[in-house]
């Protein structure tokens, strides 16, 4: 069977995506006050498998509602949590749009108030960003990074082309990605969007990958516009210890619509290394 263009992404998985904060599929939805803002979290319960817990990071005009295909994925091994960024989602609305670095003091402080051990950090696209940034200035609070489809490449970066390369993206992606999008966008405001789309094309992503020193992952999809080839290899690059996987024949939503491969990624790259008496 060929598949769809940008991968799978069914009603069910509309459904699920969209049931927040009804619980559904072992995801249950809980608010606490992170940094005076009421921070809305999408988790899984604690598989008792003793895996470090995961941590999946949006981009700039979603939520977590597109990366539930992943979460539920990751639940059957490790704990994993899915906060939505201040403006976004169900998370209360702050004053003005938060760029990236301020994005990743907030979500060290929400590691501080989960009490979490050192994760595994998936940042996709924008969350990407933040997930560098994060990982770059708290390393004792990220075990792993993982770098979905990030942004922004340099050769694009401005409004126009980061919003020309999404656009045909839109035209890879599978189509029931749409009212999610929708939904994200509502709740955020437009103004958000546009204004977190100025911060990031504002944002040298490169400072933050050379001073990672976590074992990191890049992720993309075979068939991403806004992560070419080249962009994602200098990314990989950057990163002192990083590896890069891609999954073919995807757009750059690799985490919604090839989220088993992803996942599987993010075990590998979790996974134990044995001893050198072992090997």
């Known amino acids: 069977m060929r598949p769809l263009p940008g991968g799978h992404f069914g009603p069910a998985e509309l459904r699920l995506a969209m049931a927040a904060p009804r619980p559904a599929a072992g995801l249950t939805s809980e608010w606490r006050l992170v940094d005076g803002l009421r921070t809305h979290t999408r988790r899984s319960t604690t598989p008792g498998t003793g895996a470090p817990p995961v941590v999946l990071v949006h981009g700039l005009a979603v939520s977590h509602r597109y990366l539930t295909p992943l979460a539920v994925a990751l639940a059957t091994t490790h704990p994993v949590y899915v906060p939505d960024l201040p403006g976004f989602g169900l998370t209360e609305h ?3 749009a938060y760029d990236v670095h301020r994005h990743a003091a907030h979500l060290a402080a929400w590691l501080a108030a989960y009490r979490l051990p050192p994760v595994c950090l998936l940042g996709h696209s924008f969350g990407a960003e933040v997930a560098a940034a ?4 708290h390393p004792d609070a990220v075990r792993a990074l993982v770098l979905a489809g990030p942004t922004s490449d340099p050769s694009a970066r401005s409004r126009r082309g980061l919003f020309g390369r999404w656009l ?5 992606e599978a189509p029931l990605q749409a009212p999610i999008l929708v939904r994200d966008v509502w709740n955020a405001r437009p103004w958000r969007v546009f204004a977190t789309v100025s911060h990031s094309v504002r944002n040298p992503i490169e400072r933050d990958l050379v001073r990672v020193s976590a074992p990191t992952l890049v992720v993309t999809g075979g068939r991403d516009p806004v992560v070419p080839a080249p962009w994602r290899d200098e990314a990989t690059r950057l990163v002192p210890d990083a590896s890069l ?3 073919p024949g995807v757009a750059h ?6 989220p088993t491969q992803v996942a599987d990624a993010c075990r590998r790259l979790l996974a134990p290394q044995p001893a050198l008496s072992d090997r």
């Open 94 to 96: 702050p004053d003005g």
């Open 134 to 137: 994060l990982a770059a200035n």
């Open 168 to 172: 045909v993206d839109c035209l890879r």
């Open 245 to 247: 996987v891609v999954v």
């Open 253 to 258: 939503n690799v985490v919604t619509t090839a």
